[in-house]
Structures are given as structure tokens and as C-alpha cells.
């Protein structure tokens, strides 16, 4: 497929499955072109053929978002390809249920590669793309958990929520070094029903929307319909923020 000229751009890390998945093929519904990232081919193949179906163009990158070097590269390629980008959604993590007294060093050291690093990592070759065709929109994924602590979490303790934490300050920052041209923010996640927590969900549905105000668990449309609007709405006054998807939980 030959890309549209003037089409815009997005890259979404971890846009194989999930919330990327939904938020990627939310992103071509309204006239982009997708770069996914994600580290497993098969997830990456179907969605990439769904955004075709949309009639978008889709490059496509196994990847860890941990790699600084292969982010650099991907952009690069991106650049090559379409010659610019217009938003860029950092969405990849991984959770961690152990707690400070089970943890390992080298596993502490993962969540932040890969939940905190890893959004600079794809941020850091993409301000000057961005910046070249006039300027551009960063959405960083968090979590509620950054604001509740998350420390009764089954799937993420205080290393992930230490990182998510990180995402919010890095997004408030940022927002500041890089405004006008380019707008960050963030979004914060609740109770998300996606194929990596579905056993989870599953066997404690009820008891989960019991105590969300909409009663019921979110749906990774719920997010990508976010994603969207701070990726494309305009005229756009929002930078530095982080906008809370949880269904207003109970406890918070």
C-alpha cells in the first residue's frame, strides 16, 4: 500500500493486543497510518491487517521498548518511510505482583526498563521528527495505581507503580520542555478487561464493578476512545495532564 500523502502518523509500542491493539485501530479510524511495536510477530500481523482493512498503511517492529538502540533505529525507519510522525502513544509495560521482599534486583531493574525507560526510549528520536513537520502529540501510559499506590494489586506492587509514578512526573516535564510544538500527556487506567487480564477479571468481575461507580470493568476501547481525543482533537489546550479512565472507583 503506498502511504497517502500528508496522511498522519502514529506510533504506538505494545500496539500488537490490548489497549494498543484498540487504541492503534482507533488511531486509523481517524485517518492515520500505524506504526506498531510489540515484541510478538503473530499479535503484530493481525492487527496490522485490521488497520489495512481500514484502509490505512501499517509498518510493523518486533521490539522491546527496553532497547534504546532498536528505538532509534525504528524511528529512523519511520522517518525514512513516511518522513514524519504526528503522535506518538507510549502504551508497552509489564506488571510485577512481587513485593519489596521477594523482588530481585535484576527484576525491579526490568519494570523500570520497561514501564519508565522505555517511554524516553521512543520519546527521545522522535521530538525532532515531530518538531520538523510543525510539531506533534506524546500520550504516555500510566496507571491508576500511580495515584492509589497499587499495593493491593494481584498483577502490580510498587515497582510497577513506582514506574507509572515516573511516567506522570516525565509527562508534566516534558509537557514544559517541549510545549507549544509538541503536547504530552498521560492516561491512568482502572480496572481494564484486556487479554492479558482476563483470568484475572474473569473470576472477580462482580466484585470489581461493585466498587466502580459506572459498575463495571473498563474495556480497552474505553481508553483508545481517550487516547484519540488528546491525539487529534482540535483547537487542543490540554498539556501536562493525566486524565484518570477508571469509572471513578470507590476507593482511589
Not at 503484530?44 to 532497547?67: H, Q, S
Not at 521482599?101 to 523500570?112: A, K, P
Not at 509538541?182 to 484475572?200: D, F, H, L, Q, Y
Amino acid at each position: 500500500m503506498e502511504a497517502e500523502m500528508g496522511a498522519k502518523v502514529a506510533l504506538v509500542t505494545g500496539g500488537g493486543r490490548g489497549i494498543g491493539r484498540a487504541c492503534a485501530l482507533d488511531l486509523a479510524r481517524h485517518g492515520h497510518d500505524i506504526v506498531l511495536v510489540d515484541l510478538i510477530e503473530d499479535d503484530l500481523a493481525r492487527t496490522a491487517g485490521e488497520i489495512a482493512e481500514l484502509g490505512r498503511e501499517a509498518m510493523r517492529f518486533v521490539a522491546d521498548v527496553a532497547d534504546h538502540a532498536r528505538a532509534a533505529e525504528i524511528l529512523a525507519k519511520v522517518d525514512e518511510r513516511f518522513g514524519r510522525l504526528d503522535v506518538l502513544f507510549n502504551n508497552a509495560g509489564k506488571p510485577q505482583p512481587k513485593g519489596i521482599t521477594e523482588i530481585s534486583e535484576s527484576e525491579f531493574d526490568e519494570i523500570i526498563a520497561i514501564n519508565l525507560k522505555g517511554a524516553f526510549n521512543y520519546i527521545q528520536p522522535s521530538v525532532e521528527l515531530m518538531r520538523r513537520n510543525g510539531g506533534g502529540r506524546i500520550v504516555n501510559m500510566s496507571s491508576m495505581n500511580a495515584h492509589t499506590g497499587g499495593v493491593t494489586s494481584a498483577v502490580s506492587r510498587f515497582s510497577y507503580t513506582a514506574a507509572k509514578a515516573g511516567i506522570l512526573g516525565m509527562t508534566r516535564a516534558l509537557a514544559k520542555e517541549l510545549g507549544p510544538e509538541i503536547t504530552v500527556n498521560a492516561v491512568c487506567p482502572g480496572v481494564i478487561k484486556t487479554e492479558r487480564s482476563n483470568a484475572m477479571i474473569d473470576a472477580r468481575e462482580a466484585q470489581l464493578a461493585a466498587g466502580i461507580v459506572l459498575q463495571r470493568v473498563g474495556t480497552p476501547e474505553d481508553v483508545a476512545s481517550v487516547v484519540t481525543f488528546l491525539a487529534t482533537a482540535e483547537p487542543n489546550f490540554m498539556t501536562g495532564q493525566d486524565i484518570q479512565i477508571d469509572g471513578m472507583q470507590w476507593v482511589r
